[in-house]
């Protein structure tokens, strides 16, 4: 068993960084030169990492499977990022922003690391404006702000829908900077496919060039993966098509431990499926509930067109059942209670597997101009994908698998099981609980890279000042590649008939049937057995064509997939091990009569923290919970 | 419905690439672009032969990844659209469709519809950032930034570097890309006090890189899939002019 020490730093709340920061281990910056740190990934969280790294004088190496790095799925996000700078004299603080986390999270995520991300928020806009983000502003030239879902303050700053694209062309743009600098080294188009571990400790990784198949040998004295999250489980998801686990599940078999692996939010706001080849599933930002009223015909199966049903025959669910947050209420709750509208027959669209999501009070009220300065945008958006104006007729949405709240299970240092290897943005679990809130994704990568890593890294380093440049030629590299290079001959070598998206599609079905937005003890069990078969079928049937050593997407997405394939079981053992309700994780067994969550917080008040154990079971790690400043309340948004 | 599709098909960097046909079926007016090439490759890969090889990502529009020619358009005969967002409605039922990868001389071709676009990285690393170091930065709200140039810089920095610009340039031109980022900056007090050496830089780079000269025809504007505007090029010479 591993122990799983969370190094929380003692004090109170708004103490513990500060004190933290106080007493910690630095590195002096003659030694910095002579540490090499690797950097997986390049979204806000990894450029962020490396840029900070690379302007405190370390050697930085960093890589990403995109041909730049300016591509990394970070970009997609679309509504804003929050902090707690109460420019709107709201009421908004710190601890406010700490305190709605930890509730929407649904009290499974840990309050001193929430508190942290709370408290380094404000650095991050101050970071992103002086990169030249162009974040919207107020005719007066200050910074302007909007409400998100799950609060009642206005803390989000924003960018139009593109909030994620503008934060990571400013990381993309610091990342540069130290690129010319020299401190940084690009390695674009890599495949991070084993971490090598010497003496316990992190030490390198074995990449795949996706130009050439070259398989190459990179060591340093610790290893970061901000690799994101691993939402593509689902096939069709709102993440990039070629977003994938693999880093972190390599990592997890290396031994560091994957923590509440079946926390997955489902976004409630994505454009419905609109045919059976379809690739991914377009998000619709959630500040779009700002303004817009979702609702079901009263009728079942009405087939009127929308603009046709009047004010009466209008059910806006939401409005109804949650009349203090009304269409704000956070992600899971408006994903469920879509679904179940949905599920009891009053879905509309092609499918019936849709709501409506309704402006016309908003353009009404507001008029079309402002509606289009908010939102311009993602209207061209829906239009082009879907055919239909949101300006004339409701947008129809469904929900879509999105963002995972669990990953790598990591301490206050953001140092994973692994000494060494660190774990920063989506690829940890550390701050989201069982459900993330809006507009905090953006705020906790860049968070985690610029202003905490940066810190908390040095407690490690600078025990390893002593240590030359590692070697890549020993007996652990040597392993590493070797068990690399058997694996893409293998995934080459089975010349079955089925290709690996095909097992992709239906591992996505398995996993969004029985472990998605509901699930149950019944479902699951089935689903793991499903999930087994389709394992040892894919290892006996794939079809892999071309070659190794050679540009070749079919054998990238096999390696994905083969993980995916893996990483499901442990979402699904996950998912039935926590018999309770919370967040995100709705089990059908634990709900309130009026088919609310109900969490149980004398039996699963812990980070269940898996541990690799071979061809056996996971073994679960449990680390317990302790509200010590906080009071663990029932989550109501009534 | 029922397509032919002339693709380029190139096997590496070092060999010639030719077209070649396939004739697709069952091809549904709800699927993307790319979904209809996922099907031509899926058809492919049961066949065991080698499936297409293209870019593609977030196929949300906004990561810049995918990238072509379609019917001699980049990015499709769509204005304001990305390969991964053109949907085949657009197209008619047994419609020739030719597809190939970005011509430009600084963008090799990679393999089949895949090209080197790391030209353009390089000029954003020449000078495509604002130094200031995490840590240092003053209070978000200390620089005011009057709401219109503020709106004129995000027009500029919406920018997905997919290099559409240069393919549809005759001159393979990158003025576009480049006065996009200078323009970001230049409108906003943050860029200010560097812009000299930026611009400079990123002018300097792109000529080292091989792109072309602007020569005023337009191309770039109407087949950018966000429409950046021309008159960015007009502030990048500016810019350029004052910095001596």
Redesign the interface.
């Given at each position: 068993m591993i122990t799983l020490n969370a190094k929380i730093p003692e004090g109170p709340l708004e103490e513990k960084w500060t004190r933290y920061k106080a007493s910690s281990k630095l590195v002096n910056p003659a030694n910095k030169k002579k540490l090499d740190i690797i950097v997986i990934g390049t979204g806000l969280s990894g450029a962020?990492a490396a840029?900070?790294l690379g302007?405190l004088g370390y050697n930085v190496k960093v890589f990403c499977y995109?041909?730049?790095?300016?591509?990394a799925?970070s970009?997609?996000a679309q509504g804003g990022i929050n902090a707690a700078?109460n420019?709107k004299n709201d009421g908004d603080n710190v601890y406010r922003l700490f305190y709605d986390m930890i509730k929407g999270g649904d009290f499974r995520a840990r309050e001193a690391n929430v508190y942290r991300i709370a408290e380094v928020s404000n650095?991050v806009?101050?970071?992103y404006?002086?990169?030249?983000v162009?974040?919207?502003?107020?005719?007066?030239?200050?910074?302007d702000t909007r409400s998100f879902g799950g609060v009642q303050v206005s803390r989000t700053f924003y960018?139009?829908g593109?909030t994620?694209?503008?934060c990571l062309?400013g990381a993309?743009?610091?990342l540069?900077?130290q690129?010319?600098a020299g401190t940084v080294k690009?390695f674009?188009r890599r495949d991070m496919l084993e971490l090598v571990v010497i003496d316990g400790k992190a030490r390198g990784i074995i990449t795949r060039n996706l130009?050439t198949g070259e398989i190459e040998r990179h060591s340093a004295h610790a290893v970061v993966l901000a690799t994101g999250g691993y939402g593509t489980v689902y096939y069709l998801s709102t993440l990039?098509?070629?977003s994938n686990a693999s880093a972190a599940w390599k990592a997890y078999k290396k031994g560091a431990a994957f923590a509440n692996p079946s926390f997955v939010q489902i976004h409630p706001t994505s454009i419905p499926q609109?045919?059976e080849?379809?690739?991914?599933l377009?998000?619709m930002s959630e500040s779009l509930r700002n303004d817009g009223r979702i609702w079901v015909p009263k009728k079942k199966g009405d087939t009127r067109p929308a603009n046709d049903i009047p004010e009466e025959e209008r059910d806006y669910y939401l409005e109804r059942r949650y009349p203090a947050f009304g269409n704000l209420v956070p992600r899971d709750v408006a994903s469920r209670a879509a679904k179940e509208r949905c599920d009891a027959g009053y879905g509309v669209g092609k499918t019936g597997l849709a709501v409506n999501l309704d402006f016309r009070d908003a353009i009404k009220k507001q008029g079309k101009k402002s509606i289009e300065n908010k939102y311009g945008n993602l209207f061209?958006?829906y239009k082009?994908?879907t055919?239909m104006n949101p300006y004339d007729e409701p947008m129809q949405i469904y929900p879509a698998g999105h963002y995972t709240m669990g990953g790598l299970w990591v301490d206050y240092e953001l140092m994973t099981t692994i000494p060494g290897l660190f774990a920063i943005g989506e690829s940890n679990f550390s701050d989201h609980g069982a459900n993330r809130l809006g507009a905090s994704s953006l705020m906790q990568a860049a968070g985690d890279g610029?202003?905490i890593l940066?810190v908390t890294i040095s407690s490690f380093l600078s025990g390893e000042i002593r240590i030359p440049r590692i070697p890549t030629d020993g007996p652990e590299f040597d392993e590493a590649e070797k068990s690399v290079r058997e694996r893409l001959e293998k995934l080459l070598s089975i010349r079955g008939?089925q290709?690996a998206?095909?097992f992709h599609k239906r591992l996505g079905k398995i996993m969004w049937d029985f472990c998605g937005m509901t699930r149950n003890e019944e479902g699951l069990k089935k689903a793991k057995e499903m999930v087994r078969a389709l394992r040892s079928e894919f290892w006996s049937d794939l079809?892999v064509?071309?070659e190794g050593n050679?540009?070749n997407?079919?054998l990238e997405k096999a390696g994905r997939v083969a993980d995916f394939l893996e990483l499901a079981e442990l979402m699904i053992t996950d998912a039935l091990n926590r018999k309770e309700s919370c967040g995100a994780h709705f089990r059908e067994e634990s709900q309130t009569p009026d088919g609310e969550a109900r969490r149980i917080d004398s039996e699963y008040s812990y980070v269940a923290a898996w541990e690799y154990n071979g061809e056996n079971e996971p073994i679960l790690n449990k680390e317990p919970l302790k509200f010590e400043f906080v009071e663990l309340k029932e989550r109501s948004y009534k | 419905m029922k397509l032919r599709l002339k693709i380029w098909r190139q096997k590496n960097a070092k060999t010639k690439g030719a077209f070649a046909s396939y004739d697709l079926d069952g091809v549904s007016s709800d699927m993307s672009f790319l979904e209809m090439l996922d099907l031509l490759n899926s058809r492919l890969v049961s066949e065991g032969k080698e499936p297409v090889a293209f870019d593609h990502d977030c196929r949300e529009g906004i990561c810049g990844s995918c990238g072509m020619y379609i019917n001699g358009y980049p990015h499709g005969p769509v204005p304001g659209l990305t390969t991964c967002h053109l949907s085949m409605r657009y197209f008619r039922d047994g419609e020739t469709i030719t597809i190939e990868p970005w011509r430009a001389r600084p963008f090799p071709v990679i393999k089949d519809l895949i090209v080197d676009r790391s030209a353009m990285d390089k000029i954003q690393v020449a000078g495509g950032f604002i130094s200031v170091t995490a840590g240092a930065a003053p209070e978000a709200n200390n620089n005011l930034v009057r709401k219109h140039s503020s709106d004129l810089a995000f027009d500029s920095a919406i920018c997905i570097g997919c290099g559409a610009c240069v393919a549809a340039c005759k001159n393979a031109s990158a003025m576009l890309f480049v006065s996009a980022r200078v323009s970001q900056y230049a409108l906003l007090p943050q860029g200010r006090p560097e812009a000299k050496e930026r611009v400079r830089a990123m002018v300097e780079e792109m000529d080292r890189q091989g792109f072309g000269n602007c020569s005023n025809t337009g191309a770039c504007e109407a087949q950018c899939p966000k429409q950046i505007k021309l008159f960015n090029i007009a502030r990048l010479n500016r810019e350029y002019y004052r910095s001596y």
């Open positions: 962020g840029s900070s302007e995109q041909d730049s790095p300016r591509r799925h970009v997609a700078k420019y650095q806009i101050d970071h404006t002086a990169l030249g162009p974040f919207a502003r107020e005719y007066g030239g200050t910074l960018a139009k593109q994620g694209q503008q062309l993309y743009s610091s540069n900077r690129i010319k690009m674009p130009i990039a098509v070629n609109l045919n080849f379809q690739s991914k377009t998000l061209d958006m082009a994908i055919g610029y202003f940066p008939k290709s998206a095909s079809t064509t071309g050679d540009l997407q079919q | -």
